[in-house]
């Protein structure tokens, strides 16, 4: 690596580092702005993949070259954060790519990539990293997040234009999941009334539906967003 060369160019020059090699097995792949859960959702997945499903996964760095010993180090902190009781802080520059074993046969199930925010936010043509997810062969399944911080105008106006654009990118045998994340933050939980708190959660779930029609309009006879 040149001395004037940052781990952000690796990345956008050499972004096959960091994919897990070309198999049949799906990439789950969640999608959202900065700070919108996406590491914490990883984690959590994990964890229910582990405990229900008896999986083992780790992170994907046996092929990192010797003098990126920065993301290797990352592999190996996010590995102890995984189940760690606090949550995660965002996971930087670098996309962590997470492999699911099942622990009955030892084979992979599934590959778990964990996007930087900054990734996800584009016009219209994805960074090389995101567009070499985009173009592998794979089955991709994208979780789009949807929280507070996406109803602000600033970053809605952004958003919408990635979604928009990403669904162009997306192959025909890819899945999308709506994820209407951090809803416990807005206090609809406080008063213990479970009917009460159905119908305040649905009201927000058709608030950010209705502020973000033009993409869940693309969705809307493939998907159940209640």
């Not at 956008?12 to 959202?32: A, R, Y």
């Not at 099942?102 to 219209?124: A, Q």
Request: proline share 6%.
């Amino acid at each position: 690596m040149e001395n004037n060369e940052t781990y952000s160019d690796i990345i956008f020059e050499m972004p096959q580092l960091f994919l897990p090699p070309e198999d049949s097995k799906p990439l789950i792949v969640p999608f959202g702005l900065p700070c919108s859960g996406k590491t914490i959702l990883t984690f959590r997945l994990i964890r229910y993949l582990d405990r229900d499903f008896k999986c083992t996964i780790y992170p994907y760095s046996i092929h990192c070259p010797n003098w990126l010993k920065s993301y290797e180090s990352g592999c190996t902190m996010w590995e102890r954060a995984v189940y760690s009781p606090y949550a995660p802080g965002g996971n930087g520059i670098f996309p962590y790519i997470f492999t699911v074993y099942s622990r009955r046969n030892g084979e992979s199930v599934c590959h778990i990539i964990d996007l930087p925010g900054e990734t996800c936010i584009f016009e219209s043509v994805p960074s090389d990293y995101l567009a070499t997810v985009l173009s592998s062969n794979r089955k991709k399944i994208w979780l789009l997040m949807f929280d507070e911080f996406c109803l602000l105008e600033r970053n809605r106006t952004q958003y919408i234009q990635s979604l928009l654009s990403l669904h162009r990118h997306i192959s025909p045998i890819d899945k999308v999941l709506i994820v209407f994340n951090k809803i416990d933050l807005l206090g609809y939980f406080a008063d213990h009334k479970t009917s009460e708190t159905i119908v305040k959660v649905n009201k927000h779930i058709d608030y950010i539906c209705n502020l973000y029609a033009s993409v869940f309009n693309k969705y809307e006879n493939k998907c159940n967003l209640k």
